[in-house]
């Protein structure tokens, strides 16, 4: 019973956006607001992470802190570069999906030659 009363309320406040004057430019205001408390929480995990983890990634050598570095800076450039490269057509698809397999690999390899010994 509980549930059905939760969604009855998200059901009305979604109904109120599309019938009231005014809905749309005041949704765009509240999507823009989440996105940005979206982001900010993303850049706080990871300054959160960077310092839990300071005397591991300086114990890395430095090819693996490049590596580790570059993977994650071409993989944000790649996500703000989404729309651009959805639109180019499926070769945009295509290279959007290389990019991000080629970091994700980089990551991988990091994360594999710092746990290896010798």
Same mark, same amino acid.
């Given at each position: 019973m509980r549930r059905a009363l939760d969604w @009855?309320?998200?059901?009305?406040i979604a109904l109120a956006v599309t019938v009231l004057p005014g809905g749309g430019p005041a949704l765009r205001i509240?999507?823009?607001?989440l996105s940005i408390?979206?982001?900010?929480?993303?850049?706080?995990?990871g300054f959160r992470l960077y310092r839990d983890?300071?005397?591991t990634l300086d114990s890395l050598s430095d090819r693996q802190r490049f590596v580790l570095y570059a993977s994650i800076g071409v993989a944000i450039l790649n996500f703000t570069a989404t729309s651009r490269l959805f639109n180019a057509g499926g070769? @945009?698809?295509?290279v959007w999906l290389a990019v991000l397999g080629a970091c994700s690999y980089g990551l991988m390899w990091v994360f594999v030659s710092a746990r290896r010994f010798g």
């Open positions: @009855g309320i998200i059901a009305l509240v999507m823009s607001v408390a979206f982001l900010a929480a993303i850049a706080l995990l983890n300071q005397f070769i @945009g698809v295509l």
